[in-house]
């Protein structure tokens, strides 16, 4: 395999730069692509009563809605996720700033993605899934220690995280919404999904442009990302205990981010075919696909023990 001379590294102002139009291309297309929607139409408003406290209403019991246990978890880590969009915000519009289609596009994503937090929020109390108080109290504690990234502190970082992350939460709301037991709730999380699909889209096709731009960099930056891959909810209180129940629920677990969120991206960009890359980039790129082995033989292994725990579990409830 020929081996290109290594390319002067781009700074990230270059980049931001060089990127400016494309952005601005992928903003006016996600713009007449995108459909309007209102949060209080696909909240069940008729199943809401007073709570207990100042009002004297009736006091939260688990059986008052019909989510199931694993679209309950679920639900509470997705919201508590969106939750911290204040971080999210402050960390993308550090690193693209707020001028010109970069700053645009931040103002644009950030509304957007704030009628999620509203709807599930809304449906969540209006419905009755969860304990109200716990709800809060994990918003307070989620929200107070903020969101830092796991990731090199550059825009080319960013952007491969976010293409990768977007379909991982639009993944996990079909799939919650699907498990679910309510029609409602499926109905509104599959307009969820549908925005966080839009959302992928462009930092997919921004990603793409990077390559092209600075394909070392973009392979250096996809490497990374990858390899340290964590959705951004997992500070908060509980992940760890809520994530295995999503997994075994099948909602997200190793097989769905193998199968479902890495492959499509990296196929779409021709990771593993492209070609042309200097020695930072083969390196990356070689370091990708081994991780990736890896990866497929660890999903797998959960593949088979979610199997045996759910047999079991099927046999103590026979």
């Not at 929200?143 to 491969?160: E, I, K």
Request: hydrophobic share 40%; with cysteine.
């Amino acid at each position: 395999m020929s081996i290109t001379p290594a390319r002067p590294r781009l700074t990230d102002t270059r980049l931001l730069h060089d990127l400016e139009e494309v952005v601005e291309r992928e903003l006016n297309r996600h713009l007449r692509v995108f459909k309007e929607w209102m949060p209080h139409e696909y909240v069940p408003w008729s199943r809401g009563r007073d709570f207990d406290g100042p009002l004297g209403g009736e006091p939260w019991a688990v059986g008052q809605s019909p989510l199931t246990e694993v679209a309950r978890v679920s639900l509470v880590v997705n919201l508590l996720t969106e939750d911290n969009l204040p971080s999210y915000h402050h960390e993308i519009a550090t690193l693209f700033g707020r001028d010109g289609a970069w700053g645009t596009w931040v103002h644009q994503w950030t509304a957007e993605e704030a009628r999620h937090s509203i709807v599930l929020r809304d449906y969540l109390l209006a419905s009755r899934a969860v304990d109200p108080a716990e709800l809060e109290r994990a918003r307070m504690s989620h929200m107070s220690n903020g969101f830092v990234s796991d990731n090199r502190h550059s825009p080319l970082h960013t952007v491969a995280y976010v293409a990768f992350q977007e379909l991982a939460t639009r993944i996990s709301h079909r799939n919650t919404g699907r498990s679910s037991g309510d029609p409602v709730c499926d109905r509104m999380l599959a307009q969820v999904a549908n925005d966080e699909n839009l959302h992928m889209i462009f930092y997919r096709n921004l990603l793409k442009a990077a390559f092209e731009l600075a394909p070392d960099q973009a392979m250096q930056a996809v490497d990374e990302v990858v390899t340290n891959f964590r959705m951004p909810g997992h500070g908060m209180p509980g992940f760890e205990r809520a994530a295995v129940r999503i997994a075994l629920g099948g909602v997200y677990n190793l097989r769905v981010h193998h199968d479902d969120v890495l492959q499509p991206v990296l196929r779409h960009l021709g990771i593993t075919e492209l070609g042309g890359l200097g020695p930072d980039g083969l390196e990356a790129q070689q370091h990708l696909g081994e991780y990736l082995d890896g990866l497929t033989a660890q999903a797998a292994r959960f593949d088979e023990r979610q199997a045996a725990i759910l047999a079991r579990r099927g046999a103590a409830r026979s």
